[in-house]
């Protein structure tokens, strides 16, 4: 189940960087926490998941405006930094069979400061490939630091 919609919107996306929104009246914070409602540290790994599923690596999410940055016509895209991705032109990295990636790790995660829903809150998520289906996930809340970690897909 796609967490889009329901929980986050995504405001914009480029190459390496995704905007999103929360969405406050999310049931998910009414368990977490009454009163005080926080991110779930695995909510954010979903949302990164969910991103790099549908393309933020290179910029190719559905619903952004610019589409898919530097991608030839057959729709595929080379991205040296780091290694090589190749784009398919339905905005999935190959691997992820139509779907979403599957997670295999999560390593040094840490949470620095909690995320906390509101209207004006938007967290950037910024990628940076670290190997072979393996990304650094920064995740910023304004322009503090929220969480990082390295993600391992198969």
Not at 2 to 10: A, G
């Amino acid at each position: 189940m796609s967490l889009k919609d329901s929980l986050y919107h995504i405001v914009s996306c480029e190459s390496g960087k995704a905007v999103v929104r929360l969405d406050p009246s999310s049931p998910v914070y009414a368990a977490h926490f009454p009163g005080y409602p926080i991110t779930p540290g695995v909510i954010l790994i979903e949302i990164a998941t969910e991103l790099l599923s549908a393309g933020a690596a290179c910029g190719s999410i559905d619903g952004c405006a610019d589409g898919c940055i530097d991608g030839a016509a057959d729709g595929r895209i080379d991205r040296a930094v780091g290694g090589c991705i190749d784009e398919v032109a339905d905005g999935r990295i190959d691997g992820a069979a139509g779907g979403l990636l599957e997670l295999s790790e999560a390593v040094n995660v840490k949470f620095v400061s909690p995320v906390i829903p509101g209207e004006e809150t938007l967290l950037t998520y910024l990628f940076a490939p670290d190997g072979e289906q393996r990304w650094k996930v920064n995740i910023l809340c304004s322009e503090t630091l929220c969480a990082k970690m390295t993600l391992q897909y198969r």
